[in-house]
């Protein structure tokens, strides 16, 4: 149970009116890194809303220091004794994190302002979804107040979704949130500012005549792209294998450790095994760019098909897998559900996992597929939901056996095909224009602007998409 010393210790500047960001280890840490990166989920409204919010995302991506920047700024205003972080690692059952909020509504009572709480790592305590519903319905203050919960599993949020409905005020935007790593952009802006061009275009808008003059433009630093592209597959956007990189331009195998650790944690939470858990890992890496049949994965995890499916879930509900789905133009263009699926990894970084444990590793190409699928979820991230298995985002198959890597169906249809480290055809071509009409072909280097299928190099596609 925290105590009234270790809530106090959790909020030093409550009783320390020098208090600076600089004080904060988690804040320090984001200072001293080799590089900049300060996503705001959240805006000065949504603190203000009295609503009751989630952030979700991969482990290690910096949800933490995130919210510590939100402390940081509610301190700077004025409103250091109606702010409140507690970690939830340490709290093990529903009545202790009752209590621990209980103890802290009682502070201050004629302190100005409502309220921000910001719980980090809900996932930690069962039931926490109860205590919050009954201090929303029974204690003035904590109705008031805006509530920020963090975690990095989905499981729990869907398993509490029926306690809080109703309970967790209205509001115009969003309450579930949902913090990705480092886009390739991002990165690429760590490494040169100058180098993501200054547009952000939507994917469909890349086809028009604009769209085709931006891509020209910034396929002038084609060659510096591709090269921070190498870098990015092996390091992808957690905060941690990209310092490594930056300063010594490799992961080092304890960082790769360290997020394995981490999804196996809330495996061992969820009853599943860390041995099924790695093999599961080791053929998401050796079949990235493939389809994955669920019979099949069984057999290979020598377990029951319901029993891969739920592994391949556990992964997802963390963040660490996205699952595509074929599209099924038949059934009003949804998902063809009973069809294989193609898994992906959540972010580049954890492909490395399976080889500092003894198993393969992938392919170049493969990690570019795996960053473009990243990158055209990330171009909807309204619902956290979608994470698993995007609503917008499928592979195509038609009946004679060709195959497109990506088919965009919103806010306009576009085809998307990963020709990184293959050969590009006629054939290639023929097929996407004949099926859609238009799309684009992912190359390593090349740039083509005068068909109806534009060539786009990798680097150069993910650095406009952001």
Request: aromatic content about 8%; some cysteine; proline content about 6%.
């Amino acid at each position: 149970m925290l105590t009234r010393d270790q809530v106090n210790a959790l909020n030093p500047w409550w009783g320390d009116a020098g208090w600076r960001p600089a004080d904060d280890l988690h804040l320090a840490a984001a200072a001293a890194a080799p590089f900049r990166w300060d996503p705001r989920p959240f805006d000065p409204d949504d603190l203000a809303s009295g609503a009751v919010f989630t952030l979700r995302g991969l482990r290690q991506s910096g949800k933490t220091t995130l919210a510590k920047r939100l402390i940081a700024d509610r301190v700077a205003a004025g409103l250091a004794r109606r702010t409140c972080f507690l970690t939830l690692q340490t709290v093990t059952t529903a009545d202790e994190l009752r209590e621990a909020v209980e103890l802290v509504l009682r502070l201050w009572p004629d302190a100005p302002g409502d309220w921000l709480f910001v719980l980090d790592e809900l996932t930690f305590v069962p039931d926490w979804a109860r205590p919050i519903v009954y201090l929303r319905e029974h204690d003035r203050a904590f109705h008031a107040a805006t509530v920020l919960l963090t975690g990095s599993s989905a499981y729990d949020l869907a398993g509490s979704a029926d306690l809080l409905h109703g309970r967790r005020g209205r509001w115009h935007r969003p309450l579930d949130r949902l913090h990705m790593p480092m886009s390739f952009r991002d990165y690429a802006a760590a490494r040169n500012p100058a180098a993501p061009p200054s547009a952000r275009p939507a994917l469909a808008d890349l086809l028009s005549p604009d769209g085709r003059a931006l891509v020209e433009t910034a396929s002038l630093r084609t060659g510096e792209l591709d090269q921070y592209l190498g870098e990015y597959v092996r390091c992808g956007g957690l905060p941690a294998p990209v310092a490594d990189m930056l300063l010594d331009g490799r992961v080092a195998d304890g960082t790769v450790t360290e997020l394995w650790r981490g999804l196996s944690a809330d495996a061992r939470r969820l009853s599943r095994s860390d041995l099924t858990l790695r093999k599961l890992f080791a053929r998401t890496v050796v079949a990235l760019s493939s389809m994955t049949d669920t019979g099949t994965l069984a057999h290979e995890l020598d377990v029951s098909r319901p029993t891969a499916g739920a592994y391949v879930d556990v992964l997802a509900a963390s963040f660490a897998l996205i699952a595509l789905h074929q599209r099924d133009a038949k059934r009003q263009d949804g998902p063809a559900l009973r069809r294989p699926r193609k898994l992906y990894l959540g972010d580049p970084a954890l492909a490395a996992i399976p080889g500092v444990l003894g198993g393969p590793m992938p392919s170049e190409g493969a990690l570019v597929e795996n960053a473009l699928a990243i990158a055209l979820l990330r171009a909807d991230r309204a619902a956290l939901e979608g994470f698993a298995h995007p609503d917008h985002l499928y592979y195509w198959r038609s009946a004679d056996g060709r195959e497109v890597d990506f088919l965009v169906t919103e806010p306009a249809l576009v085809a998307v095909e990963s020709k990184y480290a293959a050969h590009r055809t006629g054939k290639d071509y023929e097929s996407m224009t004949k099926a859609f009409g238009r799309g684009i072909m992912v190359s390593r280097r090349d740039v083509e602007l005068d068909r109806e299928v534009l060539t786009v190099p990798a680097g150069v596609l993910l650095a406009l998409l952001g």
